[in-house]
Every structure is written in C-alpha cells, then in structure tokens.
C-alpha cells in the first residue's frame, strides 16, 4: 500500500504539468450583522474579499483549487 500511495505521489507533478493550469482572481463584498446579550442595536457592516485561485486539473473533470484571499471584515463594539 505505500509503495502504491508513493508511486502516485511520484507521477503527479508529471501528469500535472501536462495539463492546462488556469488561474482565477475573485473579488466580492461581506456583509456581517453580529446580534448577541452584550451588543445592542447592532447594523450590517460591509467588508470585501479580493484574492485569486489556481486551476490544477487532476483526472478529467477532477480539480485541485488552491487559493489566496484577503479578507476584510467591519465589526463595531457599542
């Protein structure tokens, strides 16, 4: 079994360069509302995402999708 599990490991940068890596940047807006004992008349808040990702095709219709984002969330504490 690990011989196995290694000589997969071994072959998938091969397979994986052969392929058509893509890559995806994404941006979007948050909206957080926090209702909790403590915190009274709460609002929403708006913050934004803005990163990308990595398309890696495995097998076929199978993707490995790395990503890196960066997350801005508002929050205030009456």
Known sequence: ???YFFTLLFMLPFVVTAQKITF??????NI???HTDEI?????KLGFKAG???NVPLYHDFYLQPGLFFLKKEHKKH
């Open 52 to 54: 990308g990702i990595v």
């Open 1 to 3: 079994m690990k011989n």
């Open 24 to 29: 995806a940047p994404e941006i979007g807006m």
């Open 32 to 34: 957080s509302n926090v």
């Open 40 to 44: 009274k008349g709460s609002s929403n």
